[in-house]
């Protein structure tokens, strides 16, 4: 019987982040090595507190100067050549304007900097809270907007389904060289939230990276048993298949 894990938008982000690796020469490496920032109004609560549930797989450094950390995460990131990296969060507010200058920075060299603002509150029971700066006119508008120019990729989330939506915690592919093997790994493991919003259209899946195709061919699978006309797929890379994997 499945078992159904519960979890909040901060506490699915940081579990996210415990499962990214990557792999050079046949050797893997987690990707996320911590995360560092300081904390204030629109960050405390949720990503400081799932900070503090994972902090044996996600460890947590403090800051002086939002602008500080964020450069020095950057640094990090080249130092290890890209292939390690430090997550960074700030308080809504003057804290995330901080961030703007190190995001570009990072942008124009091509460094991987994961940077985690806080937001306006999802109500107004707070209010009036030190130094939040917002739009009244515009509650979808906060200072975070002003990341967008110097960001490749800049995103708000708000629902943990975003993020995760498996039924099962399976192990991981990469660990895996049979085809059948994987196969089975990933049987059964996904799920349409909202069956309603596929039924009857086309839907396109992007993925990373395509060994087998085990992971695309479930998600298809699930996708079409929900309603969907039709599913095609993309990935970025083609894995090398070594010639004593089973095909």
């Not at 499945?2 to 938008?9: A, N, Q």
């Not at 506490?11 to 990707?31: I, P, W």
């Not at 967008?148 to 629902?159: F, L, M, Q, S």
Request: proline share 5%; aromatic share 6%.
């Amino acid at each position: 019987m499945r078992e159904t894990v519960r979890l909040t938008m901060a506490q699915a982000l940081v579990k996210f982040l415990t499962k990214q690796y990557v792999s050079v020469d046949g050797e893997k490496s987690r990707f996320v090595r911590g995360v560092t920032g300081i904390f204030g109004h629109g960050n405390v609560v949720g990503i400081g507190q799932a900070l503090e549930q994972y902090k044996d797989e996600i460890p947590f450094v403090a800051g002086k100067n939002e602008q500080e950390i964020a450069h020095a995460c950057t640094a990090f990131a080249k130092q290890n050549r890209r292939r390690a990296i430090y997550a960074c969060t700030a308080s809504i507010g003057p804290g995330s304007l901080n961030l703007v200058t190190a995001a570009g920075t990072a942008t124009v060299n091509r460094i991987p900097l994961l940077l985690f603002p806080g937001d306006i509150y999802a109500d107004r029971q707070p209010d009036p809270v030190l130094q939040q700066m917002e739009n009244e006119a515009d509650y979808t508008v906060s200072v975070n907007d002003a990341l967008k120019p110097v960001c490749r990729y800049w995103d708000r989330i708000v629902r943990p389904e975003q993020l995760l939506r498996k039924t099962a915690d399976n192990p991981a592919q990469s660990g895996l060289t049979e085809a059948a093997a994987r196969r089975a790994n990933v049987l059964g493991v996904y799920e349409t939230p909202v069956p309603e919003k596929v039924q009857g259209r086309r839907v396109l899946l992007v993925d990373d990276i395509c060994t087998t195709g085990a992971t695309l061919a479930e998600c298809a699978r699930t996708l079409r048993d929900a309603g969907a006309a039709d599913v095609m797929s993309v990935c970025v890379a083609l894995a090398r298949r070594h010639p004593e994997e089973n095909r």
